[in-house]
């Protein structure tokens, strides 16, 4: 098998049955799987994708629970025989034979980490950050920095078609080779949603590989608009503050940690709801998983 593609649906079944009809239309000259792994949805939900089961040719897994971002993914990692594996977001859809052309880049590339494509808004155009640096101690205190070229909204509307190192691919399309994937460890599955990408990204250039941008194909990404449920925002806090303790050293952690939480406590004065609930969990250690969302699942 040259590429196997894992799908995780979560309440959203309508969107997988649509991403899954899209791989099949567009995917040529490829021998490809789709492994779609069910991070226990409602049985409404998971009624309605069996039926498409019953016609079409892809694996179903059903997990007993919900796994999350990277442990529904390394689930659905088990049962691929894909000599690639690409990670794709069910509210997608594919508009061309992007799969082969990722493929092929990868073969001719060996030391390529994660590979990411243009992302496409509903409307066309092109999705506020297909890619991005790493949200590190350099980002909190001036920006967006390297490559300003790359990096900036503005160049990212008009990009060239020759591929380009990147810190972050999105996470809404990852595409890897399998044995690339296996040797940086997967998924940390600690991590139940949200910067994800950003860790195994760093794990592959600590090993030497390279994660890139590859504007020559495309995809249509459904993605809603940021949610303002505090939980989520405290898990997207905890996540990332895991991650930049795991993949940085004790001072950079504390010195990043403490730039947040003066920037927190300052914000909490006029937005007390949001960032009050932020500032303490940067006060209890911030980034133990014991706050996760996955221990109240």
């Keep these: 098998m040259d590429v196997s593609v894992i799908i995780i649906n979560y309440h959203s079944s309508e969107y997988t049955k649509a991403c899954i009809e899209s791989i099949y239309k567009y995917t040529k000259n490829l021998k490809f799987e789709i492994i779609v792994v069910d991070n226990k949805s409602s049985e409404t939900d998971l009624f309605n994708l069996k039926k498409h089961h019953q016609n079409n040719s892809f694996k179903l897994i059903e997990s007993k629970y919900n796994l999350g971002f990277g442990g529904g993914n390394q689930l659905g990692f088990q049962f691929a025989t894909g000599k690639h594996i690409a990670f794709i977001n069910n509210d997608t859809l594919l508009t061309e034979n992007s799969l082969l052309k990722l493929k092929e880049f990868s073969d001719l590339n060996p030391k390529t980490g994660a590979l990411s494509i243009t992302q496409l808004n509903t409307d066309g155009k092109p999705f506020k950050y297909a890619f991005r640096q790493y949200i590190d101690l350099k980002y909190h205190l001036w920006g967006q920095q390297k490559p300003k070229k790359y990096y900036s909204k503005k160049h990212q509307h008009n990009l060239s078609k020759t591929p380009f190192e990147v810190d972050i691919v999105s996470g809404a399309f990852m595409f890897f080779n399998t044995k690339t994937f296996e040797e940086c460890g997967g998924f940390d599955t600690n991590i139940f949603l949200f910067y994800e990408e950003m860790d195994i990204c760093k ?73 009050i609930p932020l500032t303490t969990i940067l006060l209890k250690g911030g980034n133990s998983i014991v706050y996760s969302l996955k221990n109240k699942i």
């Design 203 to 275: 794990r592959l250039n600590k090993l030497g590989y390279i994660n890139t941008f590859f504007p020559e194909t495309s995809f249509i990404h459904f993605q809603g608009k940021s949610s303002e449920n505090i939980n989520i925002k405290k898990e997207f806090l905890i996540s990332y503050l895991y991650v930049i303790q795991k993949n940085y050293s004790f001072i950079y952690s504390f010195s990043l940690k403490t730039i947040l939480l003066f920037k927190y406590a300052f914000k909490a004065i006029v937005k007390p709801k949001k960032y």
